[in-house]
């Protein structure tokens, strides 16, 4: 059961990796755009800011799962080198309790975010009036599968132990 959650785990990651790829490609051709329109036709887009800012947020949220999957996380290994496997463990097993109960109490919130916005209707104050909901599900989307991607690293790490290169991820 714990290979396929694995699988899972690894393909949503990388699904979130490929689309983060897709956003950054995004982000490039409309700061392109937006320089040709403005250098050569005296006019914009008058949402480049808007649509760009909403892709860095996708992208930062969507690579998360793989991030901490890989183990290229910010992390400090520092005082592994000088306790014992046994306390490593529990570290590593209470480390991932209270990022697993973080993160699920931000996806809470913005998951009530997402449902008041969307029951609202509510737009960006931009000229786009972009419905807000759309950037909620982004956010709460990158949350879940990150939730899965630690809920998967404490079964593993209570199966398999502390790996000894945590920057080698769950491969």
Not at 53 to 82: E, K
Not at 100 to 111: D, E, P, R, T
Request: with cysteine.
């Amino acid at each position: 059961m714990y290979r396929v959650l694995d699988t899972i785990s690894k393909r949503v990651g990388q699904a979130g990796v490929f689309i983060a790829s897709l956003l950054i490609v995004y982000m490039m051709v409309h700061i392109l755009l937006e320089i040709v329109l403005r250098a050569f036709f005296a006019t914009s887009t008058y949402s480049m800011d808007e649509f760009v800012g909403y892709a860095l947020c996708g992208l930062a949220f969507f690579a998360l799962s793989d991030t901490f999957r890989q183990g290229r996380h910010i992390r400090v290994n520092i005082l592994f080198g000088f306790i014992g496997k046994r306390t490593r463990l529990v570290i590593e097993l209470l480390c991932h309790v209270m990022a697993f109960w973080m993160m699920s109490f931000l996806a809470q919130y913005v998951w009530r975010v997402l449902v008041r916005d969307y029951t609202r209707g509510s737009v960006s104050p931009t000229i786009m009036a972009t419905p807000m909901w759309i950037i909620d599900t982004v956010i709460f989307t990158g949350l879940c599968m990150l939730l899965l991607q630690i809920a998967c690293g404490f079964i593993g790490t209570i199966l398999h132990g502390v790996q000894d290169n945590p920057a080698k991820g769950g491969e």
